[in-house]
């Protein structure tokens, strides 16, 4: 009896050490993921409209927004009414993930991604989100789509 109770107990460690293993990664990949869909957001609208758009990385406030360059308008979020484009990393789901923007083009707004009504940038550079050591980079091109690695 006191076997099988000594390797249930080295199950479930080894079990823990994964299950925390895959929250770290789900972490890192889910805040990318976010800012994918926000930079895609802003050029899609940028295109569409015939407008500056572009994604702000606020890496003080652990947060990223998207907003219409004209006025600095964070813009609104397109399924909740009354709601801004606003991902902060410290809600629960992102809790504990950092951002390192590197981005270059504009030396006023260092941390900017503005695009043109062509979608083009000039703010081309990466965002590094990490969580426990697990690390998704977003990569922003001059020209065409943004991709994680």
Do not use: H, W
Request: proline share 3%; with cysteine; glycine share 8%.
């Amino acid at each position: 009896m006191m076997l099988v109770l000594i390797i249930l107990a080295i199950t479930a460690v080894l079990g823990l050490d994964v299950l925390a293993n895959t929250e770290a990664s789900m972490r890192a990949d889910r805040a990318a993921r976010e800012a994918l869909t926000a930079i895609k957001y802003a050029r899609s609208l940028a295109v569409t409209t015939g407008g500056v758009y572009g994604v702000e990385f606020d890496t003080a406030n652990a947060r990223f927004q998207v907003f219409q360059a004209t006025g600095s308008n964070v813009v609104g979020q397109p399924m909740c009414a009354g709601a801004t484009y606003v991902i902060n990393l410290t809600s629960a789901e992102l809790k504990g993930t950092t951002m390192t923007a590197t981005i270059t083009g504009d030396a006023t707004n260092p941390y900017d991604v503005t695009f043109a009504p062509l979608g083009t940038t000039t703010n081309s550079g990466t965002v590094v989100f990490t969580y426990a050591g697990y690390k998704r980079t977003v990569t922003i091109p001059t020209v065409g789509e943004p991709t994680i690695n």
